[in-house]
């Protein structure tokens, strides 16, 4: 089971900032956070990922909380383009664990 | 960022016959490689994780006979689905991963295959 829970949906407006949240209490200290972002009928995209500091790249930020629990993406100015289902993933660096997909968040972006 | 590929990107075969997937790391090598399954309306299950050199390691529930994995090199894997039927029907995807050690160990997906079996 996905050790992650985000919302099952999500709408934006065009040239907003997407929020979208993610859940995981149970993290471990050695467990990263990524965030990928499928859009219909291709392979996931990677976006970013963080250990225990806010990460920012080109495509995102991500922010992640003090008690590292929860985390949230953030898209600085969402477009049609970034309409897609978005998966949190918990993981560890090394090749003792593999990926674990949830039902992720389906973001829509409106214009 | 790193570049995965697949071929075919789309296959429709018939009930009884095999198909091969191929998986390419075009830009690294890539130490690992997985390969997932995607139903409609859901999402990704990991089916398999290969080291190259090494057989591969099966999830629960996936027959190592059906889907015959082979990571030969460092920047290909394949997947075989043997004696194909309808049920087999999905989209596989395939993803690869460095092995770089340090700051985390995301993988890289390729587009996708859609298999149709009739």
């Known amino acids: 089971d996905a050790k992650t829970t985000q919302p099952t949906s999500m709408d934006c407006a065009e040239g907003r900032a997407a929020n979208l949240p993610c859940n995981h209490s149970t993290i471990s200290g050695n467990e990263y956070v990524y965030w990928y972002r499928q859009i219909h009928s291709q392979g996931p995209q990677y976006i970013i990922h963080?250990?225990?500091n806010n990460e920012t790249n080109e495509m995102a930020s991500l922010i992640i909380t003090e008690d590292r629990k929860s985390s949230t993406l953030i898209l600085p100015h969402a477009t049609l383009r970034d309409t897609a289902v978005y998966y949190c993933?918990?993981?560890?660096?090394?090749?003792?664990?593999?990926?674990?997909f949830g039902p992720g968040t389906r973001l829509s972006v409106l214009p | 960022g790193a570049v995965v590929s697949q071929h075919p990107s789309r296959v429709i075969c018939k009930s009884g016959t095999s198909v091969k997937i191929e998986c390419r790391s075009l830009d690294f090598q890539a130490t690992t490689m997985f390969w997932y399954r995607q139903f409609p309306k859901k999402s990704l299950m990991l089916m398999a994780t290969s080291n190259e050199g090494s057989k591969a390691t099966y999830e629960q529930g996936v027959e190592k006979d059906k889907f015959l994995i082979n990571h030969a090199s460092l920047t290909l894997s394949t997947l075989t689905v043997t004696s194909a039927h309808p049920e087999d029907s999905s989209f596989y995807i395939c993803s690869a991963r460095s092995g770089l050690a340090g700051d985390g160990n995301e993988q890289f997906f390729g587009p996708g295959t859609r298999l149709t079996v009739l």
């Open positions: 993933i918990v993981s560890r660096d090394n090749y003792g664990q593999n990926f674990v």
């Open positions: 963080g250990l225990k």
